[in-house]
Structure formats: structure tokens, C-alpha cells
């Protein structure tokens, strides 16, 4: 029991931290080694903050609403191959899986290139649209292997007494799987969610400039020399997931709770 909450301990001290110096970087006006604590402090980031809230603001929120498309396109994209990789065994199965997985493994630039000139093509480069989708092919393997993985979790068997009695594909899905999927998709939606809020190249190049991004936002300040307005930006950068980590942990308690499954 002392091992576990050591561990507990040091992860939490490996998190805070981080937290902690942002913090005083954001309340001081300089920082120089070797202070431990800065010398001076201030609140110029918070005025800038206040300044500057609302281009600070629709780029949270742009960055907000394109990340949580990217998990709703990826989750449509992965519902079916995720099932058939759990379920079935056929020839050339590693091989195939491989090829789902390989937008993870290739590097962003070399996988963006490629994507950005048939975007162009089609007339999608420079929109919204263009971002969600590129978000979507980089980040859904990690839907992809979190769903296969949740479909193993439980039988088959339960769907098949679901058709005998004849329940529709469709229902089967939506009443069935679905609900037993919750905690694999919600494992797998956060990480897509971190990946798209968190990624700057994808969304700059297939955005064009025109998709208001809070890390592109935040970007050219954590170039500069002004390291007390970025460390505000940074840790205002972990509210978002934070909170909606949190929204989520309670929506998910209240479905299994009203199921009866807590």
C-alpha cells in the first residue's frame, strides 16, 4: 500500500510541477537563473489576457468544436473495420490491420503533404471541413485500436440473441454494442481529442491560415522571448481537455448508473 501511493505521489509531482513553474512564469515579469523563485512579479499576462480574450476565445472554441468533429468522424469511421478486425480471422489480417495503423506511424509532414494536395483537388484545402478529415485520417487508429479492443471485452453471443429475436443491424448497434463500447470509446475519443486540439502543422497547412487554431495561436508567443504570456496561454491550453475530461467521467456515470450497471 506505502508502494502505491509513493507511485500516486511521484506521478503527482511529475504533473504539478510543470504546473507550477507555468504558474510562476505567468506571474512574473522576468525569471532568470539561477533564482529559484522569480525576483518580480506581475499581472501583464493577465492583461493581455483580458485584452486579447476574444481572438483568445474563438480560437479555444474553433479548436474545441474541430476536435470534437474529428472524434464523430472517427468513431463512424471505425465502427465496422474495428468489429471485423475483433471478430473474424481471415488471411492477410496482420497485414491489413498494419495498413489501418500506418497514419500513426508515418511522420505528420510526410502523411500532411500528400493529403494536402488531393484536398487542394477536391476543393477542401483551406476550410473546416479540410481540418476535421485530416484530424480524422491522422488520429483514427487510436479509435480503431480502442474499439477492436472493446469489442473483444465481451460475446458474441449477445448479438447473436439480439437477431434471433429479431432485433435490425441498426438497432443492435445503437442499443447493443454501442452502450458496451462506452468505456472504449471514450478511451479512444480522448486521445483523438488530444491529438486534434493539441496538433498545429495539420491544421495550419490544410486550414490554410483560415481555421483558427488555439495552438496556432499560441505558437509564435512560445517562440518569443515573453515567457510569462505563453505560460498563461499554456496553462489556459489545459483547461479545455481538463474540463471536458470531467463532463465526460460524469455523463458516462450517469448512462451506466440509470442502466444499472453501477
Not at 501511493?5 to 503527482?12: H, I, K, Q, S, Y
Not at 497485414?95 to 488531393?118: D, N, Q, S
Not at 480524422?136 to 447473436?160: C, F, H, K, N, W
Not at 441498426?170 to 491529438?195: D, K, N, Q, S
Request: hydrophobic share 55%; proline share 5%; aromatic share 14%.
Amino acid at each position: 500500500m506505502i508502494r502505491v501511493w509513493g507511485l500516486l505521489g511521484l506521478f503527482t509531482l511529475m504533473f504539478l510541477a510543470p504546473v507550477a513553474v507555468l504558474a510562476l512564469y505567468a506571474l512574473s515579469s522576468s525569471w532568470f537563473f539561477p533564482e529559484l523563485v522569480p525576483a518580480r512579479f506581475d499581472t501583464r499576462s493577465f492583461s493581455y489576457l483580458v485584452q486579447h480574450r476574444l481572438d483568445i476565445a474563438l480560437s479555444l472554441l474553433s479548436s474545441t468544436l474541430y476536435s470534437l468533429a474529428a472524434v464523430a468522424v472517427t468513431l463512424i469511421m471505425t465502427v465496422l473495420p474495428a468489429k471485423q478486425f475483433a471478430r473474424l480471422d481471415f488471411y492477410g489480417k496482420t497485414v491489413l490491420e498494419g495498413l489501418f495503423l500506418a497514419p500513426a506511424l508515418i511522420p505528420p509532414m510526410a502523411f500532411a503533404m500528400g493529403a494536402h494536395y488531393l484536398f487542394l483537388r477536391v476543393g477542401i484545402a483551406d476550410t473546416g471541413l479540410g481540418v476535421v478529415l485530416i484530424l480524422s485520417m491522422y488520429s483514427y487508429p487510436y479509435m480503431l485500436r480502442a474499439l477492436s479492443s472493446g469489442y473483444q471485452t465481451y460475446s458474441r453471443d449477445i448479438e447473436l440473441c439480439a437477431r434471433n429475436m429479431g432485433a435490425s443491424s441498426w438497432r443492435i448497434l445503437t442499443t447493443i454494442e454501442l452502450p458496451l463500447l462506452l468505456p472504449a470509446i471514450v478511451a479512444g475519443g480522448t486521445i483523438v481529442f488530444l491529438v486534434s486540439f493539441s496538433e498545429y502543422f495539420l491544421v495550419f497547412l490544410i486550414g490554410g491560415g483560415t481555421v483558427p487554431s488555439y495552438a496556432g495561436y499560441i505558437f509564435p508567443l512560445l517562440n518569443s522571448s515573453d515567457k510569462s504570456v505563453a505560460s498563461l496561454l499554456t496553462l489556459l491550453f489545459l483547461v479545455v481537455p481538463i474540463a471536458l475530461f470531467i463532463l465526460i467521467d460524469r455523463i458516462v456515470y450517469n448512462a451506466y448508473r440509470k442502466r444499472g450497471m453501477m
